[in-house]
């Protein structure tokens, strides 16, 4: 199996800074696309941002220009920098990876993990 453990979450002001990361573990082959998605209360959760293995960023249009992810792919861990947080950005945080990992007998079977989410409140 795959575990994600997902830390950083806060309160901060608005205008403020935090820093999401995101750990995979577990009998883990390879660890391709990894992201962070979000859920504030009565919406649907939804895409902030994506990277591939090789580094390819995608992001939601909300929030371009002020968050980063990035991976480190040593260390099977993924990580949001979110800068100029805005009170609309208050919601959990849910790290998501995709990837190939071991099963019994040996078979190679696809995971798509997701984390056990994480608060982020940003006060007005």
């Known amino acids: 199996q795959v575990q994600l453990v997902e830390s950083g979450g806060g309160l901060v002001q608005a205008g403020g800074s935090l820093r999401l990361s995101c750990a995979a573990s577990?009998?883990?082959?390879?660890?391709?696309?990894m992201g962070w998605y979000r859920q504030a209360p009565g919406k649907q959760r939804e895409l902030v941002a994506t990277i591939t293995r090789g580094g390819s960023t995608n992001y939601a249009d909300s929030v371009k220009g002020r968050f980063t992810i990035s991976r480190d792919n040593a260390k099977n861990t993924v990580y949001l920098q979110m800068n100029a947080l805005k009170p609309e950005d208050t919601a959990v945080y849910y790290c998501?990876?995709?990837?190939?990992?071991?099963?019994?007998?040996?078979?190679?079977?696809?995971?798509?993990?997701w984390g056990q989410g994480t608060q982020v409140t940003v006060s007005s």
């Open positions: 998501n990876a995709q990837g190939l990992r071991s099963g019994a007998s040996d078979y190679v079977l696809p995971f798509n993990a």
């Open positions: 577990g009998s883990i082959l390879s660890l391709n696309a």
